[in-house]
C-alpha cells in the first residue's frame, strides 16, 4: 500500500520561505510524476508544481519563479521550496504521486502565511 506523509508546514511571515517534503512508503522510482498540490478554504484544489520521472518540471504560474520541486529516489522524497511567500498562498499543501492506473495523496500539510 502507497503512503505519502508531508511535512514541512506550518506559520510563515509574508516575505519567508518554507521546504515542504513527502516521503513515501515505496520507491518513489516507481512514479512517473510527482506533485504537490494546495487547497485554500472554500476554493478548489489547485495544481502547485509537477516534477516527472525524468526530471522535468512544471509550475502553477502563481508560483513560477518563487518554487522549486525536486525528487530525491534515494530517500523516497519530493520536496517543495517557497520563499517571497504571499498570504495567498496559505493552504493545506498536498503530496501527490502518479504511475499507470493510479493516484495517491498525502494527507496534508497546513502552511499558514501570516501579513
Known amino acids: 500500500q502507497v503512503q505519502l506523509v508531508e511535512s514541512g508546514g506550518g506559520l510563515v511571515q509574508a516575505g519567508g520561505s518554507l521546504r515542504l517534503s513527502c516521503v513515501a512508503s515505496?520507491?518513489?522510482?516507481?512514479?512517473?510524476?510527482l506533485g504537490w498540490y494546495r487547497q485554500a478554504p472554500g476554493k478548489q484544489r489547485e495544481s502547485v508544481a509537477h516534477?516527472?520521472?525524468?526530471?522535468?518540471?512544471d509550475y502553477a504560474e502563481s508560483v513560477k519563479g518563487r518554487a522549486t520541486i525536486s525528487r530525491d529516489n534515494a530517500k523516497n522524497t519530493v520536496y517543495l521550496s517557497m520563499n517571497s511567500l504571499e498570504p495567498e498562498d496559505t493552504s493545506v499543501y498536498y503530496c501527490?504521486?502518479?504511475?499507470?492506473?493510479?493516484?495517491?495523496w498525502g494527507q496534508g500539510t497546513q502552511v499558514t502565511v501570516s501579513s
Open positions: 515505496v520507491s518513489t522510482s516507481r512514479f512517473n510524476l
Open positions: 516534477i516527472g520521472y525524468d526530471g522535468t518540471t
Open positions: 501527490f504521486a502518479h504511475e499507470l492506473g493510479s493516484n495517491y
